[in-house]
Structure formats: C-alpha cells, structure tokens
C-alpha cells in the first residue's frame, strides 16, 4: 500500500505553532498576514517580515513533533506499506524531526534561507530571538541584496520540484490522508480533488468541517494526534460503515 498524508496547520497547532491568526503575543496581532508574507510586504518592510519569519524559525525548534507527526513516520516501518509520502503546507520541520523521510514542502520551509536578489541559498548564522521583536535587519548577501526565508509568499509560485513530487504520489497513492488543512488554499487543496476523481480513497482528518468533507471517502472528526495512532487499524471497519 502507498499512503499520502497531505498536512496542514492544524497537525503542528497541537504542537505548539501557532497559525498566523491564532499567535497571540499581541506584538503581531495588528497586522494582516499579507504584510508579513507578500513579497509586496517585504519590499515594503524587510525589517518587519524578517523579525516575523526569525521569531517563528526559532519558536519552532523548541516545540517537539506530536502523535500524529509521529505515527506518520512509524508507519514507514509497516510491513505491507510500500511507501510513505507526506506532503505538507507546513514551514516546520516536525515531520523530518519525527522521522518522516519523504516529505515535500508545498510552501517552503523556515529552515532554509536565499539571496532576494542573485537567489544563492544563504548558510550563516542566524541571530538568537528569545523573545518576539518587531524589526530586526536581515543578513547580506555577498551581492548586496537582503536574505529571506524560502518560503512561498502571496504573490509567487509554488516551487516546481516539491510541488510536481506530491502530484506524482497523489497519483500512485492508494489512500490519500488530509490532517489538519482547510482545503480552501490551492493549488495544494486540489490534491484531494485529483485523488477522488482517479478513484482513491481520501481520508480527511480534521475537527472541522472544511470544503473537503462532504466529497471525502471518510470523514473523521478529530485531531490528529486522536486520530492518526488509531486509523490503520480501524479503517477497514469505519469504511465499510461508508
């Protein structure tokens, strides 16, 4: 069997990581996500979007992955599974701390930097941010632009290598598992979508109802540390219920 486990926010939620609209330090609550993550946004204010970014890179170390990112990876260790390949939305690390070792990153990843300008990856140091600023000044490239993180802003494309590697799982796929997403962001939302219409089965895991529900194959109300320990051994008796 080839599982695809397609993550959102909600999975690393129950780590600790806040989403954007759930932070609640106060520092960045006054402000739209799209001034801290648009390109338009970094024009305007590097300053700000960097602090954004760097608060959130050092936050997430010091969470650990939860249930659900670890059975995820335990799972590759199932005799029968023929692979599994989490494609995530998520700019955390927690699945590859948890041991997932295929997981393709829709959205970038806060553990990877570039040049704004000749776009070489950046490797320095990272300055310490124990507690939450509003500005802080980005690094310097050697060609004189500003290193930002490689995470996919409104206003740019998906990067083409993670995103064409989730289509090709998708379609080999034999179940389709959706945690923690809202299934209103696309293109990753349309994933499910390609799944159904090939005939897999999709499993959508989430507390609420999302615009995925009502088409999934199963539907299942609960987190993802509830839900995913549990879900290979109950799914062929909840499908048949079906």
Known sequence: MRIVVLSGAGISAESGVPTFRDDKNGLWARFDPYELSSTQGWQDHPERVWAWYLWRHHLVQRVDPNDGHRTVAEWE?????????????????????????????????????????????????????????????????????????????FGEQLPERPWQASVDAVQRADLLIVVGTSGIVYPAAGLPEMALAQGTVVVEINPEETPLSSSATLAVRQSASDALPHLLQQLPSLLKRV
């Open 77 to 153: 260790k199932i005799t029968g599974i023929e692979d599994v390949t989490v494609v995530t939305q998520n700019v955390d690390n927690l699945h590859e701390r948890a041991g997932s070792s295929a997981v393709h990153h829709l959205h970038g990843s806060l553990f990877e930097f570039r040049c704004d300008n000749c776009d070489s990856a950046y490797a320095g140091e990272l300055p310490e941010m124990l507690e939450p600023e509003l500005e802080a000044e980005p690094p310097q490239c050697t060609c004189g632009g500003l290193i930002r993180p490689d995470i996919v802003w």
